[in-house]
Nanobody, 118 residues
Framework: QVQLVESGGGLVQAGDSLRLSCAASGRTSITYTMGWFRQAPGKEREFVAAVSWSGSPDYADSVKGRFTISRDSAKNTVYLQMNSLKPEDTAVYYC????????????WGQGTQVTVSS
């Protein structure tokens, strides 16, 4: 089993920045792809970003150029730097690990709320 704990969410204004962190513990492996999904009220959960064990990133079109994903394998931690935040980025952000398919991951965190006011 792998446990994922997110931190760094909060309330910010449009145009501000936030950095989310996700610490993995348990039976971790550097070969796991890790990433982030989000779910806004009344909307389906959507992919945000992922990073492979080698550090190769992948982003949803809606966040390209504004969000940056990175990982510190020595710390089993993945980060999501979010810049130029928009109200439509408001959602609960979930950390994920071990990709099964592009939309299915084996492990999920509890989520952290990000609220962007206009």
């Amino acid at each position: 089993q792998v446990q994922l704990v997110e931190s760094g969410g909060g309330l910010v204004q449009a145009g501000d920045s936030l950095r989310l962190s996700c610490a993995a513990s348990g039976r971790t492996s550097i070969t796991y792809t890790m990433g982030w999904f989000r779910q806004a009220p009344g909307k389906e959960r959507e992919f945000v970003a992922a990073v492979s064990w080698s550090g190769s990133p992948d982003y949803a079109d809606s966040v390209k150029g504004r969000f940056t994903i990175s990982r510190d394998s020595a710390k089993n931690t993945v980060y999501l730097q979010m810049n130029s935040l928009k109200p439509e980025d408001t959602a609960v952000y979930y950390c994920v690990a071990q990709r099964l398919t592009p939309t299915r991951y084996q492990y999920w965190g509890q989520g952290t709320q990000v609220t962007v006011s206009s």
